[in-house]
């Protein structure tokens, strides 16, 4: 298919989008991510630790670019994701610099965090009631204001992984409910959000009633192809595209991120 049929016929839009951090993916998104969006990273238990990594492209453009990310952590320990995206980031030469961005980490369930004896200044834990998902919800809504010093700035969120949040909670209605009244408080204020899901954690229900939840969903995959297991993903929602991508592309996971490999366009 032909680049314009997945962009939105207003060109003006395009001022509104912002990279996903993989040129390939990019271009299967309908030109990138629009602000103020959600996107949902649905995984098998093989390839959710590459949903992760290509994320790390889009993390370090965030910081860049000046803006603030705010990483949601729901596994315990966490001190592998904290060194990985502050190494990625260089968040330590970024936050030295006046009006630069700065990366937070929230942990959702964990006591210890992996963080040791001393939590950086940067970490926030919220282990007290994780059943509980009024307090989940009001204790996110509040550190973001407490991280963003009540000002106007828009943030960038990762949580990961929303699948636990469903587990840990005990109650799977409850727990969509509450990623709905993020999703719904997050994109009145112009922040983006990205969530990890393991769909083999789920039946078909909280999937598709989770995946509704979201402007654009990417799929990861792997499939098994002349006896040989590969990976694969796929666009199969967009909030810039007119209808549902079928496009299922091949990845391969390097130190930098994930490289997509796009059809020729003779090929689609």
Do not use: W
């Not at 990279?19 to 990138?32: A, K, M, Q, R």
């Not at 001190?79 to 968040?91: G, K, M, Q, T």
């Not at 000002?151 to 840990?168: E, H, P």
């Not at 989770?210 to 967009?238: G, M, R, W, Y």
């Amino acid at each position: 298919m032909e680049t314009q049929k997945y962009l939105l016929q207003n060109n003006n839009n395009r001022n509104t989008l912002t990279t996903s951090g993989i040129i390939e993916l990019d271009h299967l998104l309908g030109g990138g991510i629009k602000i103020g969006s959600s996107t949902l990273l649905l995984t098998d238990s093989s390839t959710y630790s590459d949903a992760k990594i290509s994320l790390l492209p889009y993390c370090r453009d965030v910081l860049q670019k000046g803006d603030i990310l705010i990483y949601i952590s729901t596994n315990s320990p966490t001190i592998d994701e904290y060194n990985l995206l502050n190494s990625y980031c260089d968040v330590e030469l970024v936050s030295q610099r006046d009006n630069e961005g700065k990366l937070f980490f929230i942990d959702l369930f964990s006591r210890s965090a992996g963080y040791g004896s001393e939590i950086p200044s940067n970490a926030h834990v919220i282990v007290e009631k994780p059943h509980d998902v009024n307090f989940i919800y009001n204790s996110l809504y509040d550190l973001r204001y407490k991280i963003l010093g009540g000002k106007k700035s828009r943030a960038r969120f990762i949580y990961n992984n929303l699948s636990t949040t469903i587990t840990d909670t005990g109650n799977p209605d409850q727990a969509i409910k509450l990623m709905r009244r993020l999703l719904i408080q997050l994109k009145a204020l112009g922040d983006l959000i990205h969530c990890i899901l393991n769909e083999k954690m789920h039946d078909e229900k909280i999937i598709e009633t989770t995946k509704h939840l979201f402007d654009n969903v990417i799929q990861f995959k792997s499939l098994e192809q002349k006896a040989k297991p590969k990976k694969f993903l796929q666009v199969t929602k967009s909030i810039n595209i007119f209808k549902f991508v079928n496009d299922i592309v091949p990845y391969e996971v390097e130190s930098s991120g994930i490289s997509v490999r796009l059809k020729k366009e003779k090929e689609r």
